[in-house]
């Protein structure tokens, strides 16, 4: 078989004294959605900027399609075609969407037969970011912003996109929303590194998962073997983290 | 009236060239974090170049072009060699590490060059004044407001039509996602770098050409001003870099023609009496940089 399309080994996180990831090992395969399920502090978003080089690395090595991206700058490592949907979506405010989707396409590659994401495409998937073309980021609702955010990883042509807490924030009608794109992303050919609190959902379109507590990896499987595992339940599926109330 | 369109030209003039070098400040300031106290020494560095061009004799031109291109290498040298390697250490390191650039090049051009005015012979169009609709004012002031227009149209294409224009005004919220989506690091900084350095270099042309000479201190109260601006206009705001160059043109130029001659020399007392103001009501300044969204 040949190399994933992602593979993280043996990945270790530190903020000074705190250790948010210890020795985190997962791969992501090409066309897959893969889920990295845990509660709160875990050390899911850490994983998710340490891949990209903005979280402080203390070991480990990270790889894109068997390129060593250990010592490369965050630039180069999402212009190598790993684009990030940051959680808390940050958007460019003071800009237009244009521009928030300029910025986006920096990092596309300049042999990409696809050209710069137009917004004939984004309204094809986005319809109300392309009416609000000209308008700036700044203004748009929650869930505008949420898929504005997407669209901008989308720009960059990226082989695999790290989508952190999408569904965070969002009502549940855009929740459903942001969870069809995610398997409308996939029948795209696009790849999907995606942390959820919303596990069951995410499990329900995710092929595989890995679980998180305290920084470490304590399950991984098919989705639906993680699903079905106490472990799971453990780790944060209990309750009611699997239906969050929605805070907006 | 007349003297009331006289002292108008005055203030935009004035407060242009503010503008201008504030500008340059919070450009700096958005991709860097860093308050450039040397920022004063690029101007000082055109003034100095173009001492040197005058005195060979060098066309006009070319003296321009080097005046606003001098300041910028310098710009880009400074940030290679005082900022990069103390990038990610805190504000108050890259505030000293700028201080003491500062002190440095002051230091240079008093040994070097001379710790006295130098005089510049500037062409001899800029002292005469024209007549327009009945109302003298002088070429100088007409060349400043001119330029400094041009060169506020100018910025506004590349901040609104490039990327590299767009990723400035984005870094000023968020440099981090910057990079998240590509944009280099190293070369929109040292770009910042040179942008400010172009813009304090067509500065220092414009406050020159008003005094006639150069001196190892000259950018020392025209960049105090435009640290002022910023802070008015809110730190890391481009527009309000320009709102507040020319609020505190305007205001100086309002005290000096309407304070009685007994409180003339208060006169910065009225103005940085009513920054404090301002800055008292809005502590961010007039249009501070919005911050991201990051619920």
């Known amino acids: 078989m040949s190399a994933p399309l992602l593979s993280v080994h043996d990945l270790s996180v530190s903020y000074g004294p705190v250790r948010a990831v210890r020795d985190l090992s997962l791969e992501v395969r090409r066309d897959e959605i893969v889920a990295l399920l845990g509660a709160n502090g875990a050390g899911k978003s850490s994983t998710m900027w340490a891949i990209v080089g903005l979280a402080p690395r203390t070991g480990g090595r990270v790889a894109l399609d068997g390129r060593d991206l250990t010592k490369t700058a965050t630039e180069d490592v999402v212009r190598a075609g790993v684009a990030i949907v940051p959680e808390g979506r940050r958007v460019f405010a003071n800009l237009s969407v244009r521009d928030n989707l300029r910025l986006g396409g920096v990092a596309r590659a300049a042999d990409d037969r696809r050209g710069p994401l137009g917004r004939d495409e984004v309204g094809d998937l986005f319809p109300l970011l392309a009416e609000r073309w000209d308008d700036l980021a700044g203004g748009l609702s929650g869930g505008q912003q949420q898929q504005l955010a997407i669209a901008r990883a989308l720009a960059a042509r990226p082989r695999l996109v790290l989508l952190d807490e999408p569904s965070l924030g969002l009502s549940p009608r855009l929740v459903g929303e942001v969870f069809a794109l995610m398997a409308e992303l996939r029948r795209r050919g696009i790849t999907l590194l995606v942390v959820e609190q919303n596990a069951q959902r995410t499990l329900e379109i995710a092929d595989r998962a890995y679980v998180l507590q305290h920084g470490r990896i304590v399950l991984a499987g098919a989705a639906e073997e993680v699903r079905a595992s106490e472990l799971t339940e453990a780790a944060f599926l209990g309750g009611g983290a699997a239906h969050p109330t929605p805070t907006l | 009236m007349e003297l009331v369109i006289q002292q108008t030209v005055n203030a935009i003039s004035l407060g242009g060239i503010y503008a201008l070098l504030a500008i340059g400040l919070a450009v700096v300031f958005s991709v860097a974090g860093l308050i450039n106290i040397a920022h004063g020494e690029l101007m000082t560095i055109g003034g100095y170049v173009m001492l040197a061009l005058v005195g060979m004799g060098a066309p006009w031109p070319l003296i321009v072009v080097a005046i606003v291109a001098a300041p910028a290498l310098a710009a880009i040298l400074m940030e ?198 301002v800055l008292a009501v809005r502590p961010r300044g007039l249009l501070a940089a919005a911050t991201g969204e990051r619920a």
């Open chain 2, 80 to 277: 290679r060699v005082a900022f990069r390697p103390l990038r990610g250490s805190g504000p108050q390191t890259l505030f000293l590490s700028s201080l003491v650039v500062a002190i440095v090049l002051q230091g240079l051009f008093q040994g070097l060059i001379s710790p006295q005015p130098k005089g510049i012979a500037l062409p001899g169009f800029l002292d005469d004044s024209v007549a327009i609709g009945g109302v003298t004012i002088g070429v100088n002031a007409i060349v400043t407001v001119v330029v400094v227009a041009l060169t506020l149209a100018g910025l506004v294409w590349f901040f609104r039509r490039t990327t590299v224009g767009c990723s400035i005004r984005a870094a000023s919220l968020d440099f981090d996602m910057v990079r998240a989506v590509g944009v280099r690091a190293n070369r929109v900084i040292p770009l910042a770098f040179a942008l400010s350095g172009a813009l304090a270099g067509i500065a220092s042309f414009l406050w020159i050409a008003q005094r006639g000479s150069v001196d190892p201190l000259l950018g020392l109260t025209p960049v105090l001003a435009a640290f002022v601006a910023t802070a008015v206009g809110g730190l890391g705001s481009t527009a309000g870099a320009v709102l507040g160059g020319f609020l505190f043109g305007g205001l100086t130029v309002l005290f000096q023609a309407t304070l009685p001659d007994g409180l003339l020399p208060f006169r910065d007392v009225f103005t940085f009496g009513l920054v404090i103001a």
